[in-house]
T-cell receptor, first 110, second 116 residues
Framework: KQEVTQIPAALSVPEGENLVLNCSFT??????LQWFRQDPGKGLTSLLL?????REQTSGRLNASLDKSSGRSTLYIAASQPGDSATYLC?????????FGDGTTLTVKP | GAGVSQSPRYKVAKRGQDVALRCDPI?????LFWYQQALGQGPEFLTY????????KSGLPSDRFFAERPEGSVSTLKIQRTQQEDSAVYLC??????????????FGQGTRLTVV
């Protein structure tokens, strides 16, 4: 059974810092890995999708990497802003369904 | 519509009541997923449709949970005889392909169910 772990569970940083969120998964037989953002009381917003054959994806200040063989992904956020405060979830997909971690709750202080 | 739409946004049910949650996926999306999210946790998979076919229902927690997508578009998640442990946010997602490579899932805002 696939298990996804996200570390740390919570993170608080001052504005402007670069930061890394970690995601690990137990079964490397995945189709893709997706990073999401969730604001309180809201649904999930897709940030980046990495196919199993890819190593990384970039969008603006965000960069996600994937090392399928070791079961790890990182989400790098550059020059963090207060508006980045949210919960970040990673999910691995196989045969239709996705398995999620419990998220990292990020607080960026002005 | 522009995105995945779920209704109602909030539902309060008395224990034992039946509820029905609706999901309107993005037009033309083949795959549709239901997830259950408890407070402070990541979403847990419930069930998956490809068009009108329910290909995976392994995540449904009990036979009180039933999902359908009769015409391959709108889907309904029904919970019979609700219990307090059913209180959660129910998320629907759709994707344009057949659930394999290149699947980017788009999520709705969710329905927050509270059973009292």
């Amino acid at each position: 059974k696939q298990e996804v772990t996200q570390i740390p569970a919570a993170l608080s940083v001052p504005e402007g810092e670069n930061l890394v969120l970690n995601c690990s998964f137990t079964d490397s037989a995945i189709y893709n890995l997706q990073w999401f953002r969730q604001d309180p009381g809201k649904g999930l917003t897709s940030l980046l999708l990495i196919q199993s054959s890819q190593r990384e994806q970039t969008s603006g200040r965000l960069n996600a990497s994937l090392d399928k063989s070791s079961g790890r992904s990182t989400l790098y956020i550059a020059a963090s802003q207060p508006g980045d405060s949210a919960t970040y979830l990673c999910a691995v997909s196989n045969a239709g369904k996705s398995t999620f971690g419990d998220g990292t709750t990020l607080t960026v202080k002005p | 519509g522009a995105g995945v739409s779920q209704s109602p946004r909030y539902k309060v049910a008395k224990r034992g009541q039946d509820v029905a949650l609706r999901c309107d996926p993005i037009s033309g999306h083949v795959s549709l997923f239901w997830y259950q999210q408890a407070l402070g946790q990541g979403p847990e998979f419930l069930t998956y449709f490809q068009n009108e076919a329910q290909l995976d229902k392994s995540g449904l927690p009990s036979d009180r949970f039933f999902a359908e997508r009769p015409e391959g578009s709108v889907s309904t998640l029904k919970i019979q005889r609700t219990q307090q442990e059913d209180s959660a946010v129910y998320l629907c997602a759709s994707s344009p392909d057949r659930g394999r490579v290149n699947t980017e899932a788009f999520f709705g805002q969710g329905t927050r169910l509270t059973v009292v």
